[in-house]
């Protein structure tokens, strides 16, 4: 079960759509490698239509019905030795929850923006089995949403500086005051 987002209505949407936009115009979309090359073509369209219509559990089904992972990944063991290993089972809902979120709070942000409202609020969208201490002290916290956004559009594949989403399977997100 993918997370709850709290404002994803139609002009959310709107705003995290034309983030997308913004990104894709700049060649700035984050491609996984743990996508196959069909995935990986079609990866955009399907995050469009993601955004557009559905969520990131839709996301994440698309993904693996449609066989649009690796099952085998290259990576290095703590000693620097490369092992080819399985893609983790959840790696279709780690990478839809993930960017989902991210044009999320990319699009309530510039919500915000555009509303007057300077600051956004950290909330649990998702329970989670085992939450992470830095995960727990942000909840409830307040962000100005310029900051924050930003922040996101800096953070290509990478956790943001200001720590929200605070990297995968946190189930945390924002929400409007």
Same mark, same amino acid.
């Given at each position: 079960?993918?997370?709850?987002?709290?404002?994803? +209505?139609?002009?959310?949407?709107?705003?995290?759509?034309?983030?997308?936009?913004? +990104?894709?115009?700049?060649?700035?979309?984050?491609?996984?490698?743990?996508?196959?090359?069909? &995935?990986?073509?079609?990866? =955009?369209?399907?995050?469009?239509? @993601?955004?557009?219509?559905?969520?990131?559990?839709?996301?994440?089904?698309?993904?693996?019905?449609?066989?649009?992972?690796?099952?085998?990944?290259?990576?290095?063991?703590?000693?620097?030795?490369?092992?080819?290993?399985?893609?983790?089972?959840? @790696?279709?809902?780690?990478?839809?929850?993930?960017?989902?979120?991210?044009?999320?709070?990319?699009?309530?942000?510039?919500?915000?923006?555009?509303?007057? /409202?300077?600051?956004?609020?950290?909330?649990? &969208?998702?329970?989670?089995?085992?939450?992470? =201490?830095?995960?727990?002290?942000?909840?409830?916290?307040?962000?100005?949403?310029?900051?924050?956004?930003?922040?996101?559009?800096?953070?290509?594949?990478?956790?943001?500086?200001?720590? /929200?989403?605070?990297?995968?399977?946190?189930?945390?997100?924002?929400?409007?005051?």
């Amino acid at each position: 079960m993918g997370i709850y987002y709290k404002n994803l +209505d139609e002009r959310t949407r709107e705003f995290m759509f034309k983030e997308l936009e913004m +990104d894709t115009e700049q060649g700035e979309i984050y491609i996984s490698p743990r996508l196959n090359t069909l &995935g990986q073509s079609n990866w =955009i369209n399907l995050l469009k239509e @993601a955004i557009t219509h559905y969520n990131d559990d839709w996301l994440a089904h698309q993904l693996k019905v449609m066989g649009y992972m690796n099952t085998h990944e290259t990576k290095k063991t703590k000693t620097g030795k490369v092992i080819n290993a399985r893609v983790p089972v959840n @790696a279709p809902e780690t990478l839809a929850e993930g960017e989902f979120n991210r044009y999320y709070a990319r699009g309530l942000c510039v919500r915000a923006i555009a509303e007057g /409202i300077d600051e956004v609020i950290v909330y649990r &969208g998702k329970d989670v089995q085992n939450p992470r =201490i830095e995960s727990q002290y942000k909840i409830g916290q307040r962000v100005k949403a310029k900051d924050l956004l930003e922040d996101l559009r800096r953070s290509l594949g990478v956790e943001p500086a200001l720590g /929200i989403p605070p990297g995968p399977n946190s189930g945390l997100t924002i929400c409007l005051p």
